[in-house]
């Protein structure tokens, strides 16, 4: 994985002066066109066969999350437990992508789907403000991926960004994806901060020429979490990436994705904007919780033929 | 001058649901027309209004509104409930005459007949909102047990009910299987008289306007038979009562067994010619009730036989 830029955008990186012209020369949105776009994709009627093959490949998408203050390392086990056979009664069921869980959660969590495929994301750097020194958020990586997380879900310093030290938020950037090594590296810009369409579309380039692995909306602490608006953007920036760089980067949702309905319209809109490329955990992935549940109770409606609830699925 | 005739502004009967009033989500509608004792000539004038044709998909919307429901009015004080309630009443006393010429358009009976059968109604509806904190005294208590403890009996709560309205009864029978459910602090999809479903539809705004919170009742109208199946199967229903079953007893078992599957109660349906002025007793409020029974040690504790 290249620490570096990659050769297209070195001039771009030079100084802040030449990343804010690079940036700012970036098309503007249309936030009309956008937005219409992004519904319409939304009115999509997926059924039967399309929507069990849609509804397992979301579940094998999910980053199971649990991100709280009041976590416990049995709170950690359960999810891990749930990650790795989500419906008991169904072993057909595909397993999630992922857990993610905060950096002193890691070890426990690890033990917890060992022995499975499923991951281990951890997020860090101070999240999910950001607010603290280099050192600090550096520390705070190298102890997840000591602990054994496959996954590093940074924050962005968005104070920076906004007021645009864009160099600054590059530099951390790379830094942080030195310090996670081996670990993918998904950076979040909190959409929901960045007050603009145009801003994200910046923040999305800046990550990915700083080496993400995967671009992410949101810490989903804040109001708007991920949209239907906000991750079509995101795709498109990884889509033009590709074409530009041949470098394939990841689009994770998160928060606020909590019906399987939502999740149907997000995976229409990576079909038809990044490609049938990103229909894989590898490339897309829901950051979500209780998304979970409704998946199942959508798929044992499909097998069973009658509408399921809330007692039949794990409460987390 | 030529006066202009005044356009009469007929009314989009709509599904209540989870206190909002949405159409079908199928965007189907059926005629409902006069019953035909009451209509004179064939046709048009038989027509009275459009009713939503609700699918399976409004009632598993509809199930959702009623359990996000359910937690708080069964966690009101029961005192709260009948206040609520008694409200209701105050509200359908104010659209009385609304309800009198619906009644008599849907069941083919005369004004005065059907202001009778409004006024029952709602005094039926007083009678249940006095009982919310009552049953429990009546059906729940001290339990004498051989042994030190104190062995107490409370009513709870069944849950989320599927209530199959009274097919001929569009008012009177329709309020008659409503409140004791919701008294006692169940949540209720309730399935409106396939044939006479405006009073249903417009008790609904009744409850809007009233205090009960949104969700506590939600009201589909359609065909029974195509709503009442996937309700019947529905494992987050926890009782189902078949009332308007009646005159279908293949349908009333195809019910059943559905229901059976994740053992809801069930209470199957009478007679079709019930006389719903009677009065109805308790059988209806303890239909939806669950028992629960708490043992606690009571007596001496130590040597100097002191309680606490």
Redesign the interface.
């Known amino acids: 994985m290249p620490t570096a830029p990659a050769p297209a955008f070195a001039d771009a990186v030079a100084s802040d002066r030449s990343l804010r012209r690079f940036l700012h020369g970036l098309p503007g949105v249309d936030t009309v066109g956008l937005e219409a776009r992004a519904a319409s994709l939304g009115t999509r009627s997926i059924k039967t066969t399309a929507k069990a093959y849609a509804i397992d490949l979301a579940i094998s998408m999910i980053d199971l999350t649990t991100l709280e203050g009041a976590d416990t390392a049995g709170k950690v086990r359960a999810l891990g437990a749930k990650a790795v056979h989500p419906d008991p009664t169904d072993r057909t069921t595909p397993r999630t992508a992922a857990v993610c869980v905060y950096p002193d959660m890691v070890a426990t969590a690890k033990e917890a789907v060992a022995g499975s495929d499923v991951k281990v994301a951890s997020v860090a750097t101070a999240f999910p403000a950001g607010r603290a020194a280099l050192e600090v958020k550096l520390g705070d990586v190298r102890e997840a991926v000591a602990a054994g997380a496959d996954e590093i879900d940074m924050v962005i310093d968005r104070g920076a960004f906004l007021a645009g030290h864009y160099l600054k938020v590059y530099e951390e950037i790379v830094a942080v994806k030195e310090a996670s090594g081996a670990a993918r590296l998904k950076v979040i810009f909190e959409t929901g901060e960045l007050s603009t369409y145009d801003n994200i579309r910046r923040a999305s380039w800046l990550g990915m020429m700083a080496g993400a692995d995967f671009i992410k909306t949101s810490t989903g602490k804040v109001g708007v979490n991920a949209t239907p608006a906000n991750t079509l953007l995101m795709l498109e920036a990884v889509r033009d990436f590709r074409t530009q760089t041949g470098i394939q980067i990841g689009v994770k949702p998160a928060g606020g994705i909590r019906s399987t309905k939502d999740a149907l319209k997000f995976l229409v809109l990576v079909n038809e904007t990044a490609g049938s490329d990103w229909l894989d955990n590898h490339w897309f992935r829901f950051g979500a919780s209780s998304l979970l549940n409704d998946l199942l109770m959508q798929r044992q409606k499909l097998s069973t033929?009658?509408?399921?609830?809330?007692?039949?699925v794990t409460v987390d | 001058m030529s006066t202009v005739e005044r356009l009469t502004v007929f009314k989009t009967y709509k599904l209540y649901v989870g206190g909002k009033f949405p159409r079908s989500e199928s965007g189907r509608v059926y005629e409902v027309k006069k019953a035909t004792s009451a209509a004179g000539a064939a046709g048009k004038a038989n027509w009275l209004a459009n009713a939503p044709l609700s699918s399976r998909k409004d009632a598993r919307d509809a199930v959702v509104a009623a359990r996000k429901a359910q937690a708080g009015w069964a966690g009101a004080t029961a005192y709260n409930r009948g206040q609520v309630l008694y409200r209701v009443a105050e509200m359908l006393e104010g659209r009385r005459d609304q309800f009198v010429r619906e009644v008599a358009d849907a069941e083919g009976i005369s004004k005065s007949k059907a202001a009778a059968q409004v006024d029952a109604a709602i005094d039926r509806w007083v009678w249940y909102a006095g009982w919310t904190d009552k049953i429990a005294q009546v059906v729940g208590g001290a339990n004498p047990v051989a042994g030190p403890y104190f062995n107490l009996s409370t009513p709870e709560p069944t849950g989320v009910v599927a209530v199959l309205a009274p097919q001929k009864s569009s008012f009177l029978g329709l309020v008659s299987v409503i409140a004791p459910v919701i008294a006692t602090g169940n949540t209720a999809v309730v399935i409106a008289s396939e044939e006479r479903p405006l009073p249903a539809l417009s008790l609904g705004e009744v409850l809007a306007t009233s205090d009960v919170p949104g969700g506590v009742v939600n009201i589909l109208s359609g065909r029974t038979s195509e709503i009442a199946t996937p309700l019947a199967a529905h494992q987050d229903v926890n009782a189902i009562d078949l009332t308007g079953a009646d005159g279908d007893a293949d349908l009333a078992r195809d019910l059943e067994i559905a229901a059976a599957d994740n053992l809801k109660r069930v209470r199957r349906p009478q007679a079709v010619d019930t006389d719903w002025t009677t009065d109805p007793g308790t059988d209806r409020l303890t239909s939806f009730l669950e028992t629960k029974t708490v043992w606690h040690p009571t007596g001496s504790l130590g040597a100097t036989g002191s309680a606490y």
């Open positions: 033929g009658r509408y399921s609830g809330p007692d039949y």
